[in-house]
């Protein structure tokens, strides 16, 4: 199994960015995809998460109403739109595959799959 995370950049504050998460090498049909990022200095924190069948979306109340996670189903990727971005969400994005339940899914730990990271970063 295999998770390319790419769409990262500068972006200036209050602009948009779009990150894609594919996935290849295995079936997912039971599996939840989520975005976590780490800032410098930060621990890992949960962004958003959606089944791999597209339903049961969930969000850090940090980024609610300003990002949108979903499926691209003609790519095998899960998007990531970053709107109305601010200096906070300056970090290291990761996309991650795992068997999670509603309990378990803003949770790294449950998460068995990683793709390497992709650099945001939004200038003031």
């Known amino acids: 199994v295999q998770l390319q995370a790419s769409g990262g950049g500068l972006v200036q504050a209050g602009g948009s960015l779009e990150l894609s998460c594919a996935a290849s090498?295995?079936?997912?049909?039971?599996?939840?995809v989520a975005w976590f990022r780490q800032a410098p200095g930060k621990e890992r924190e949960f962004v958003a998460a959606?089944?791999?069948?597209?339903?049961?979306?969930a969000y850090a109340d940090s980024v609610k109403g300003r990002f949108t996670i979903s499926r691209d189903y003609g790519k095998g990727a899960v998007l990531l739109q970053m709107n109305r971005v601010k200096s906070d969400d300056t970090a290291a994005y990761y996309c991650?595959?795992?068997?999670?339940?509603?309990?378990?899914?803003?949770?790294?730990?449950?998460?068995?799959?990683w793709g390497q990271g992709t650099q945001v970063t939004v200038s003031s």
């Open positions: 959606i089944r791999w069948s597209g339903g049961n979306i």
């Open positions: 991650a595959a795992g068997r999670t339940i509603e309990t378990t899914l803003r949770n790294s730990r449950y998460y068995d799959y």
């Open positions: 090498g295995g079936t997912f049909s039971n599996y939840r």
